[in-house]
């Protein structure tokens, strides 16, 4: 099976894999960044418990993030690369490796807006029940079902999609999707249809990029083992949170403006009525 894997993902590779880049070794940061609703995380190191990710949280090889009915996820690799995991949704951390990063679709869906790769050995795959996808960077969705997997490309960005058991990888292009089922033979690429209704989440996925290139803060190994620590911890004092700021949602610049904007005409209304305050009799008399 091995063997396999790794036959497909040099094919895959090959597909998108652009010309006179340089390598870039090392290990990704990737991290849970938000998340709403009932999100939990079995760990490596804790495999039979089910922690609730309520701060944001390294992930490690092995991880497996779990996201309830109504809920979601939103995790960030490198502050620079941002994913959404969708409601009833499983996703296994297999490799953090730069050159062959590994997520495992196990079940439900994932949408992501992924910054193009700069060196040939940094290659981005997702393993489903019957595909495996290889990403060089690009806005797109996956959708892991029984007996079926569902990938489609967004408005930017190629995609290589092959079987799981070594079947001939094609290439989607923007507006194109493509399924693989139990055949394990991917369907010719055809317009984007089945993940239409979600390319209404796109914008947001793309400011929280925005967002995290410019906010994003490295951690220390030992600061991340602490974190990761605190979730098998039953008696953790309350989580912080996640780090949200206006920029996450819309330009820092147009808040301040407004700020600044219904600062000055309340000072402006505040002097006015200082200079129109009626006289005080008493005081005169």
């Known amino acids: 099976m091995a063997d396999i894997l790794m036959s497909l993902f040099l094919g895959l590779a090959f597909l998108v894999m652009p010309l006179g880049a340089e390598s870039l070794p090392g290990v990704r940061d990737l991290r849970v960044t938000d998340a709403s609703g009932q999100v939990t995380v079995k760990t490596a190191e804790n495999p039979k418990q089910?922690?609730?990710v309520d701060e944001e949280t390294p992930l490690a090889e092995e991880d497996l993030l779990v996201t309830g009915p109504k809920s979601g996820a939103e995790i960030t690799m490198d502050g620079e690369s941002v994913f959404k995991l969708q409601p009833g949704s499983s996703l296994r951390i297999k490799s953090l490796s730069r050159q062959n990063t590994l997520f495992e679709m196990t079940q439900g869906t994932m949408l992501a807006k992924?910054?193009?790769?700069?060196?040939?050995?940094?290659?981005l795959y997702i393993k489903m029940p019957t595909a495996v996808v290889a990403i060089r960077g690009t806005e797109f969705a996956v959708e892991s079902g029984v007996g079926i997997s569902q990938v489609g490309v967004f408005d930017e960005g190629h995609?290589?999609?092959?079987?799981?058991?070594?079947?001939?990888?094609?290439?989607?292009?923007p507006h194109q999707e493509t399924k693989v089922t139990r055949s394990n033979v991917p369907e010719p690429p055809h317009e984007l249809t089945y993940f239409r209704p979600l390319k209404t989440q796109m914008p947001?996925?793309?400011?929280?990029?925005?967002?995290?290139?410019?906010?994003?803060?490295?951690?220390?190994?030992?600061?991340?083992?602490g974190l990761r620590r605190r979730l098998a911890d039953p008696h953790r004092s309350k989580s912080p949170g996640f780090y949200r700021l206006p920029a996450a949602h819309r330009p820092i610049r147009r808040t301040l403006q407004r700020h600044h904007s219904h600062a000055k005409s309340s000072t402006s209304r505040r002097s006015r009525l200082k200079r129109h305050k009626p006289v005080n009799q008493n005081q005169n008399n």
Do not use: M
């Open 204 to 225: 947001r996925l793309r400011n929280r990029a925005v967002f995290w290139r410019a906010h994003w803060r490295p951690i220390s190994n030992a600061g991340k083992q």
């Open 50 to 52: 089910a922690a609730v």
């Open 159 to 173: 995609v290589a999609v092959g079987g799981l058991w070594g079947h001939a990888a094609l290439k989607l292009s």
């Open 114 to 123: 992924v910054k193009p790769a700069t060196g040939p050995d940094q290659g």
